[in-house]
């Protein structure tokens, strides 16, 4: 690897997509969780002394207690294996861990971090390739959106043990009896609930960040990287996801112009927008307001007969690169243990984390449950935020010219190959075209 590339991959700043809790937009019935028990694991090891395994994360408080509980259980069923836990900050995780790594210091055996850190650590090699220690049918337990979060050049760098963080469609129950399944139905039911004159809209959400434009891209068949990690933007079912958006706003005249992320929030709860698209991130916000909200997946896309597919992140498990021997199966009974369906039930239960499991997401707790229910089943068509590094010049790029489309600056025939200029002149000046791919099997 090249110098050049090396220092843009230790430097490159990431960007942030949290994938945080859903608290529901009313009361969430979930059950009591049930008292934890270690689920058996394949292969059993046997290490042929104590091991301590110490793993740094940078989550919450509340987090932090349910990661020392499910150690616990982990240590109980495996007494000759004790863990460790140190807490950092999101970026002094990232750069710590790498110059660690790098530099001769004394890295952790694992890291629980966001996807988004796939992209530094696979790049670098500091963290192991866990479709090489981890059977094929591992990985089937695991929706591959989810998965897809930590691959990396076809290879498989981390496990989460949550998933979701996605997009969403909101609605007043009061003003809208059952939400269509196509757009064209869609943007008509919308015509009728929309009244300029008196400040009352079908929709709104925020037309200044572009993570609302990727379900609708996905939606006309399109997403912001090709099959090799690079930027595809000047494309033409970019092009349709722009102009479908601005349609809404500038013909079809169903949303008010230029709004942002709070205003969408304040119209919505005041009963001035039958609609909104909104995170699942930020679901407890809806709670108490003189709205009843209903959840709902985005409408199917007529001229494609594609479903809307938003991004999503979570938490994996990583295994450091120099952790080899009884270490490494200790590792990794560990990390088998922590992505398990019986330790993301416990997530979903007392910290109300969506799970990357397919079990757990099938199971009673979720298709039960009047909120985790619609929730899941728009996670379900969720692709997960590319891992990738050139993802953050993809980010920067659809940002700045998306908000100039929907501010009415320029055209989306326009923003399409501009947004693709500015991607692939940022993934030069940070080696992108210089970098030497991760081997592949």
């Known amino acids: 690897m090249r110098l050049s590339k090396l220092l843009a991959i230790f430097f490159v700043t990431v960007v942030v997509l949290g994938a945080c809790a859903p608290a529901g937009p009313g009361p969430i019935s979930s059950p009591s969780p049930t008292p934890f028990a270690s689920p058996p694991l394949t292969p059993p090891v046997t290490p042929g002394g104590p091991i301590t395994l110490t793993y740094w994360e940078e989550d919450n408080d509340a987090a932090d207690v349910l990661l020392d509980e499910l150690s616990a259980a982990f240590t109980a069923a495996n007494p000759g294996i004790t863990i460790e836990r140190k807490h950092y900050s999101y970026n002094d995780l990232r750069n710590q861990f790498r110059a660690e790594s790098l530099f001769a210091g004394e890295p952790p055996d694992l890291v ?164 909104v698209i909104d995170g699942v991130w930020n679901l407890d916000r809806y709670e108490g307001l003189d709205v009843e909200v209903g959840i709902a997946s985005l409408p199917r896309v007529n001229k494609t007969r594609l479903l809307p597919g938003p991004m999503a992140t979570g938490r994996f498990w990583y295994i450091a690169d120099g952790v080899d021997g009884a270490r490494l199966d200790a590792a990794a009974r560990f990390v088998e243990f922590m992505t398990s369906a019986q330790t993301q039930e416990q997530w979903l239960t007392k910290m109300q984390r969506l799970p990357s499991s397919k079990e757990v997401l099938a199971g009673p707790v979720v298709v039960s449950d009047p909120v985790f229910a619609p929730v899941a089943e728009q996670l379900r068509l969720a692709r997960a935020v590319p891992p990738a590094l050139e993802m953050t010049c993809v980010w920067r790029s659809m940002d700045t010219y998306f908000a100039k489309v929907m501010a009415g600056e320029m055209t989306a025939d326009e923003a399409a190959p501009a947004m693709q200029e500015m991607a692939d002149a940022c993934v030069s000046e940070m080696g992108g075209d210089e970098a030497t791919p991760v081997a592949t099997p």
């Open 112 to 275: 629980r971090a966001p996807g988004e850190f796939t992209g530094p650590f696979g790049e670098l090699q500091i963290v192991k390739a866990l479709d090489e220690i981890f059977a094929a049918e591992f990985f089937d337990g695991f929706l591959s959106g989810a998965l897809a979060g930590a691959t990396l050049r076809s290879r498989v760098w981390g496990l989460p043990d949550n998933y979701g963080g996605h997009l969403m469609l909101l609605y007043n129950k009061a003003l809208v009896a059952q939400v269509p399944l196509d757009t064209d139905a869609w943007i008509g039911q919308l015509k009728t609930l929309t009244d300029a004159t008196t400040g009352q809209y079908g929709l709104v959400f925020d037309t200044t960040e572009s993570y609302w434009l990727i379900p609708w891209l996905a939606g006309f068949g399109g997403w912001p990287l090709d099959v090799q990690d690079k930027p595809a933007l000047a494309t033409a079912e970019m092009v349709e996801a722009l102009w479908f958006l601005v349609d809404l706003e500038m013909e079809h005249r169903v949303m008010p112009e230029k709004v942002d992320y709070q205003m969408a929030f304040d119209l919505f709860s005041q009963g001035k927008a039958a609609y």
